[in-house]
């Protein structure tokens, strides 16, 4: 029983170019959410998907976009990296009021 | 609009000393509150949760909360730290239909020997 993974563990893209982050959970959870955490500011939500289809956007989606493949994996995809996409960012699934985290995934956009 | 803040961006306590973590929050509806704890490099782990009854709840690794409605604050507390308690702490509320969490900021705590 793995829980929430993610890969890669650490990436680093030059500008411009694209990349998808993998996060696939075994609990069953309906709800799939990306994170992004930079120093001082905590966790901001990206994208969320509710259920198996559906995706909404969270507080910061500018630059990125979504898939809910099927109930297990939710992937974010930057389709042409920025240096301010730097950070690192988190997948969680979640069963109604808690959440579960992956180990994150190190991006650096030089 | 719902905001959480956590005041202290660092906090320093001596092992064996006890702990207390403030965490205030602004929602309009009865708010869902929890406590995560990320150690370096690592994901975050839950804590605890409130979502109603008893205002004091207990988590793991022998930290509790108490629910504060009159005040707005979820503070964290532990009678005794450990070197292990060295982490980064965070609150956050649920919020809408889907339970989007609102985080704040962080907390580090730090544990001199």
């Known amino acids: 029983n793995a829980g929430v993974t993610q890969t890669p563990k650490f990436q680093v893209l030059k500008t411009g170019q694209s990349m998808t982050l993998q996060c696939a959970q075994d609990m069953n959870h309906n709800s799939m959410y990306w994170y992004r955490q930079d120093p001082g500011m905590g966790l901001r939500l990206i994208y969320y998907s509710a259920s198996e289809g559906t995706t909404d956007k969270g507080e910061v989606p500018n630059g990125y976009n979504v898939s809910r493949l099927n109930k297990r994996e939710f992937s974010l995809r930057l389709e042409s990296a920025a240096p301010s996409q730097t950070s690192v960012y988190f997948c969680a699934a979640g069963a109604r009021e808690t959440q579960y985290f992956g180990p994150g995934t190190r991006l650096l956009v030089l | 609009a719902q905001s959480v803040t956590q005041p202290d961006i660092h906090i320093t306590v001596s092992e064996g000393a006890s702990l207390e973590l403030r965490c205030n929050y602004s929602?309009?509806?009865?708010?869902?509150l929890f406590w995560y704890v990320q150690s370096p490099g690592q994901g975050l782990q839950l804590l605890l949760k409130?979502?109603?009854?008893d205002t004091l709840v207990q988590g793991i690794k022998g930290f509790e909360a108490e629910f504060k409605r009159s005040q707005s604050s979820f503070n964290l507390r532990k009678p005794s730290v450990h070197w292990s308690d060295a982490a980064e702490y965070f609150c956050a509320v649920g919020a809408g239909s889907n339970y989007q969490l609102i985080w704040g900021a962080g907390t580090k705590l730090i544990i001199k020997p």
């Open positions: 409130y979502f109603s009854g």
């Open positions: 929602y309009g509806a009865t708010p869902y």
